[in-house]
């Protein structure tokens, strides 16, 4: 795993030192398969857990491994937070809590999961921003399906969504939702508005990284109308793209 210890894991969240690493392990495990390894794809992940445990990254490996090691730490305290309230015996679910150190009220171990979430999410988009800054040092990431399957879509992340679509409270958690709708909206509106021919061959550019000063303009205005819901030609388009 990409947190191998509890200094690591209290490096990068406010874990104290009265929490057990081998009790959160599975957390990180699953915080990685959920939300991680769908990124930046299962090869690359290998290669970093490999190079993280024996001690020997190259200075890129290290580099992708703290900024992965940000959210995930995050992500993987808030799946842990409901697992810390009860302890799991041969004689049944018990709180953990005690007469001298009650648990948490309910409220507040909601509040702590979802902010812990609400961060970790967040720095998922600074992880995004990292691979595009420096996808040149990741050759296994340009090469993943995952890659492919994330540039596949005009609007790529939370952040760009929040972008265009403003006042989201949550635009991560928004636009993972709607990730499935953004993408019908494109192949079924945007796609037959701008004709095939030319929709394929800006996919074939997104999917290269190839976008000139031209294609990024024609592709921000299509994420105005994928974002919206509205297909190019469609009046609403001027309001939302007035330099088109």
């Known amino acids: 795993m990409l947190i191998k210890n509890s200094t690591e894991l209290k490096a990068n969240s406010e874990s104290n030192s009265n929490v057990n690493y081998d009790s959160v392990k599975m957390s990180i495990k699953a915080a990685e398969k959920k939300y991680i390894i769908p990124i930046i794809g299962l090869t690359q992940y290998g290669v970093l857990d490999t190079a993280h445990n024996t001690g020997s990254p190259t200075p890129q490996q290290a580099a992708l491994i703290t900024a992965i090691q940000e959210p995930l730490a995050s992500l993987a305290m808030s799946l842990f937070v409901p697992m810390s309230e009860v302890t799991l015996s041969d004689a049944g679910a018990r709180r953990t809590g005690t007469e001298e150190l009650p648990g948490a009220y309910k ?46 879509l005009f609007i790529r992340s939370g952040s760009e969504y929040g972008n265009f679509y403003t006042g989201v409270k949550h635009p991560r958690q928004t636009f993972m939702k709607l990730r499935a709708a953004l993408l019908y909206v494109q192949e079924n509106i945007i796609r037959p508005t ?34 919206h819901g509205l297909p190019r030609n469609e009046g609403r388009h001027e309001r939302l793209c007035p330099e088109h």
């Open 194 to 227: 701008i004709l095939p021919d030319i929709y394929d061959d800006l996919q074939v550019k997104l999917a290269t990284a190839i976008i000139g000063y031209t294609s990024q303009r024609q592709n921000t205005c299509k994420a105005h109308s994928t974002c």
């Open 107 to 152: 409220y507040q171990t909601a509040n702590l999961k979802e902010a812990l979430l609400e961060r970790g999410l967040d720095f998922i988009e600074d992880l995004l921003l990292f691979l595009e800054t420096n996808q040149a040092d990741y050759p296994l990431w340009t090469a993943s399906d995952e890659f492919k399957e994330y540039r596949t």
